[in-house]
């Protein structure tokens, strides 16, 4: 990460307004770009990488389209810049909330960035690092293909993700639902 923080000094001196883990639960690979995902995702999307852009630089316009498929969001907090914060309720369809802390490590214009969950000790969950790349295809114009790739703290996490939680269809859901909003005409304010 070439001298910068990583999620790991994140984890481990806290943020304004979050208390500083003691013993942060971390795993080398989460952070580590060279380790291979737990969970990959690639959707080409019919939409410009500008649209979908857009898709994330609007509170309003995330919470149309953060979470799976039945799911609502309040975003509290988007400060879609290195080191910036995202703070989101996802709401469940049977009303049960769940709360989230992103920081984001690296953010691109128009070309991707990353993020680490916080994880949740209500869930029992160590953090997990996601890198999203957006890529136009020069030869499909009006083409985008975003690849979504996760890494989790632990073995347990990344079963517990993919199997309490169906993280695999629930991050399928969630780019259909971005693919949907970037191509609506909705930008940001």
């Known amino acids: 990460?070439?001298?910068r923080a990583g999620p790991r000094?994140?984890?481990s001196r806290g943020w304004p307004g979050t208390a500083p883990?003691?013993?942060?639960?971390?795993?080398?690979?989460?952070?580590?770009?060279?380790?291979?995902?737990?969970?990959?995702?690639?959707?080409?999307?019919?939409?410009?990488a500008a649209a979908i852009w857009a898709a994330w630089l609007d509170p309003s316009?995330?919470?149309?389209?953060?979470?799976?498929?039945g799911f609502t969001s309040t975003v509290r907090l988007?400060?879609?810049?290195?080191?910036?914060?995202?703070?989101?309720?996802?709401?469940?369809?049977?009303?049960?909330?769940?709360?989230?802390?992103?920081?984001?490590d690296e953010v691109r214009p128009t070309r991707g960035l990353t993020y680490v969950h916080q994880g949740s000790e209500e869930w029992g969950l160590g953090p997990s690092r996601t890198v999203v790349l957006l890529d136009e295809d020069e030869a499909l114009p009006r083409r985008t293909r975003v690849t979504m790739r996760?890494?989790?703290?632990s073995d347990e996490d990344r079963r517990r993700h993919l199997e309490d939680f169906h993280?695999?269809?629930?991050?399928?859901?969630?780019?259909?639902?971005?693919?949907?909003?970037?191509?609506?005409?909705?930008?940001?304010?």
């Open 78 to 104: 988007l400060e879609l810049r290195d080191g910036g914060r995202f703070e989101v309720v996802m709401h469940s369809p049977d009303g049960t909330d769940y709360e989230n802390l992103y920081l984001f």
């Open 9 to 11: 000094a994140a984890l």
């Open 1 to 3: 990460m070439g001298g």
């Open 61 to 69: 316009a995330v919470a149309a389209w953060w979470g799976p498929d």
């Open 21 to 48: 883990l003691a013993n942060p639960p971390y795993d080398p690979r989460v952070g580590e770009p060279d380790g291979a995902p737990d969970l990959e995702l690639t959707r080409v999307m019919a939409a410009p």
């Open 150 to 153: 996760t890494s989790y703290a």
């Open 167 to 189: 993280a695999a269809d629930g991050a399928r859901q969630l780019l259909e639902r971005l693919e949907r909003v970037a191509t609506s005409g909705r930008r940001a304010r």
